[in-house]
């Protein structure tokens, strides 16, 4: 006991690099008991869930819609997912400016602004009149909506001591982890009961509430005003040039990852100008960014080993996340008949056990260190997506429901422990970079996962039908065998001679079809089992951190 409050001695009074106290000994007195503006914590807790709920709720809550978004729009289903895609991508590009724009105009009101052109451009979304209007809509709302979430995380950062930051953290925790699982639920029941304009206009009521409480109680703390002055005397400038870019890069990736395999790849002039255009912004602002003093992306954290590891696990929950999202409700609606509706209700299990599972990785992040929780919530996950590499055309809405569960349980252990641990070792002027980068990961993440998904979907499929194909032959005597019993079967109902003949042929390329797909799931689904193992040894590099409630140990 005596050893450990001599180690609590050393650290009190030490300034950080930047001169400003430490979160362990420069808080003041009450800090657990009031935010800054004298408001509880918890309260503030609640008001930046809500708005974080809200925004991350948009990322899947249009996945179960999408039939009918194009459907309405009169466009493909290929078309229509971009509905998706793009809100991630502008989401990823505003969250690059966040830091800074937070730090020079405050939090309250970045985080205000953010909120309110969130809730417009969801508003007019539900009013789009063709695909580009949505589009366009979509990408307001991504930049809109990219800045809550890194500020919900530094917000909470500053409102609770470090004692109270992983319960903190779990309340957050619950509106990121949940939302993209409630999102379906939801959209697929506004889709098949109004329309799938309800899907954005929901946020109108729900917005214009968070805008009123933020106003009551959100209030920047002193040390982040006494900055925002720093920065203004000295006249700093938000880094343009890097800003550009990042966006850059980030958007093309995205259209050569999405756009690639319908385009055939580099057999086509977009995609190889794309390509061309990503390779030398990424090339560009490498260097540009290591140069500034104020980049608008601080990738020295990147390099640190401890955030470094969180980054890239992140990367691969935001995968799994936003693609099993996805593709379990497009399979089951495809495939086995589900409405939208259906489709939704079949992810609310694994939500549910998101949340019991998100207050017991809060409980023990102050017993367990980080990695073995990082590392238990993989093997969990991964139990859930092999599990998902034994469907067929017999798997029931329990099935999907309890793998679904199983993922569901897995990922509070990695999204709370990798939020916790990267801010291990960081300075307090370095948390809003550190939460937008980590954010940023989550939501590049589940862009690429989406693009990654597709395409091994395209190609397993052609490669699994011509492979099925070889079997159709019609000198094997089963394909004569089930020709006849199913030329039989037609013929009993209602057609004759040459017509059920026909009729027995496109049976069985309608089951050559679908078996195929079911095979390139079973592919997609393997895919994002591996993606979980390889958070495994990432985990394995975080650092051994303090546990029970005490400042970090490398500050």
Sequence with gaps: MARRRRH??????HPDREGSVSAQSGAPKDFSSSAPGGHNPWAVAVVVALATFMEVLDTTIANVALR??????????????????????ANAITLTASSFLAKRYGRKMFFMWSVGLFTVSSVLCGFAWSLESLLFFRVLQGLGGGGMAPLAQSILADSFPPEKRGQAFALYGISVVVA?????????????????????????PVGVIALGLMHMLLHDSDAAIAERKELRRKGVRFDVVGFLL???????????????????????????????LAAVSFVAMIPWLLKQENPAVDLRLIGQRQFGSCFLVMLAVGAILIATTQFIPQITQTYYGYTATLSGVLLLPGGIVTVMAMAAAGRLSAVVQPKYMIMGGSLIIFAGL??????????TFGYFALSRVFIGAGLPFLFLSITAASYEGIAKSQTDQASALINVARNVGGSMGVSLAQNVLAYRQQFHQSRIGEAVDSTS??????????????????????DAQNQAIAWIGQQVDTQSAYWAYIDVFWVLALMALCAIPLAMLLKTVKLGGGAPAAH
Aim: aromatic content about 14%; glycine content about 12%; proline content about 4%.
């Design 68 to 89: 009918y978004i194009s459907g309405g729009l009169a466009v493909g289903p290929d078309e229509s997912a971009w509905v998706v895609t793009t809100y991630l991508v």
């Design 8 to 13: 609590r001695t050393r650290h009190v009074g």
């Design 386 to 395: 092999y599990d998902l590499t034994r469907l067929d055309g017999s798997s």
């Design 477 to 498: 005597p089963a394909y004569r065998e089930t020709l006849r019993a199913a030329t039989q079967y037609f013929s009993e109902h209602g057609y004759a001679g040459p």
């Design 246 to 276: 990042v966006a850059t890069f980030l958007g093309a990736l995205e259209v050569v990852l999405d756009e690639g395999q319908r385009k055939d790849w580099f057999g086509s002039n977009l995609i190889i100008g794309f390509a061309i």
């Design 180 to 204: 993209p699982v409630i999102g379906p639920t939801l959209g697929g029941w506004l889709s098949d009961n109004l329309s799938w304009h309800w899907c954005f206009l929901i946020n109108g």
